[in-house]
């Protein structure tokens, strides 16, 4: 099975692991829709990715802006939802509330309005594929709004299986990858980062994003599973 003229929306698909997908998705023969917040970034996507790309200014906490969003596109095969550039890390003592809420904004609720606004344009036999991280499972100190989320995440991806049923809905849950969600630490804290965190996991290294981005691609070729949340991560959840 492969993605030959499929055609995939990917809503965060300017940059991280959504571009990733979207770059692989299009290797394979798929149509390609790439959806940000950002215009810099989806004329950047655009250049990069294959003649024929579409690209949508959205805003995705607007429920208005995501309703017309799928309206204009029709129908198509495969959502994915990676949106979310940033993480709400710090002493939970010191937790903005507020920041809290705008990271759940666009994580999760952006996330439930694009199911309830794509489902309807998704073919027989597609799928819905969000984004988690092992944090769900294994929170550090300082990850109680990040760590919360992403449990959100799988619960959310668990109940759209039953409610949106044929529509395969599944999750990807990523250790630590070299995206740009790490760009706000200053770089030599970011190599850092990476380096510590590698050294500890079973293959000896973070990840790429374009190795994350293959495990989408399977959830979409994959017609036999669905509610389940798929952990790529090194090892990391176990040491």
Do not use: C
């Amino acid at each position: 099975m492969n993605l030959k003229e499929k055609r995939v929306v990917v809503l965060g698909g300017t940059s991280g692991l959504g571009f990733a997908t979207a770059k692989a998705a299009a290797r394979e023969g798929a149509s390609v829709v790439v959806v940000s917040a950002k215009p810099e970034r989806v004329a950047k996507a655009l250049a990069a990715l294959p003649a024929g790309t579409e690209g949508h200014v959205v805003d995705l906490t607007d429920e208005g802006q995501i309703a017309a969003l799928f309206k204009k596109i029709g129908a198509f095969d495969h959502l994915v939802y990676t949106a979310g550039d940033w993480l709400l890390l710090g002493d939970f003592s010191a937790l903005d509330i507020d920041a809290a809420r705008r990271s759940f904004d666009v994580r999760y609720w952006g996330a439930v309005m694009a199911a309830k606004y794509g489902a309807p344009q998704i073919r027989q036999g597609g799928s819905i594929v969000l984004t988690t991280g092992i944090a769900s499972a294994r929170p550090f100190k300082g990850w109680v709004a990040p760590a919360s989320l992403l449990g959100a995440m799988e619960a959310l991806t668990r109940a759209l299986a039953v409610e949106l049923a044929p529509i395969r809905v599944n999750i990807v849950s990523p250790g630590v990858v070299k995206t740009e969600m790490w760009d706000a630490l200053p770089e030599a804290d970011r190599e850092g980062l990476y380096r510590d965190v590698g050294a500890k996991l079973l293959v000896g290294r973070v990840g790429e994003a374009d190795e994350v981005a293959e495990t989408y691609l399977y959830l979409m070729r994959q017609t036999f599973s669905t509610g389940q949340v798929v952990t790529v991560d090194g090892g990391g959840v176990l040491v």
